[in-house]
Nanobody
């Protein structure tokens, strides 16, 4: 199984920037998609950005042009650079990884514990 550790959340003023990082470790064959989701109080968890093993990306409309997702396949890490932050970006951000299990090559999924991002107006 894969275990994820996130870092980089915090408090920032509107217009500022933060960078989130997530590293995957554990026993798995390889990693497929990596992504970031977020959840605000009373809201459903939503996809923020996703990146495939080949580097293709997709973003939520609300973050296009402001956020950039990237990954390092040699280190099994995924980062989310967040610029021009807005108060509505305030949420707990969760890293998500889809990975191929050893031996069976079945697809598994892992979630990080979440990191709080707070944007003040």
């Amino acid at each position: 199984q894969a275990q994820l550790v996130e870092s980089g959340g915090g408090l920032v003023q509107a217009g500022g920037s933060l960078r989130l990082s997530c590293g995957a470790s554990g026993s798995f064959f390889s990693i497929n998609n990596m992504g970031w989701y977020r959840q605000s109080p009373g809201q459903q968890r939503e996809l923020v950005a996703r990146i495939t093993s080949g580097g293709s990306t997709n973003y939520a409309d609300s973050v296009k042009g402001r956020f950039t997702i990237s990954r390092d396949n040699t280190k099994n890490t995924v980062d989310l650079q967040m610029n021009s932050l807005k108060p509505e970006d305030t949420a707990v951000y969760h890293c998500n990884v889809a990975y191929y299990q050893k031996i069976t090559l079945g697809l598994g999924a892992a979630w990080g514990q979440g990191t709080q991002v707070t944007v003040s107006s």
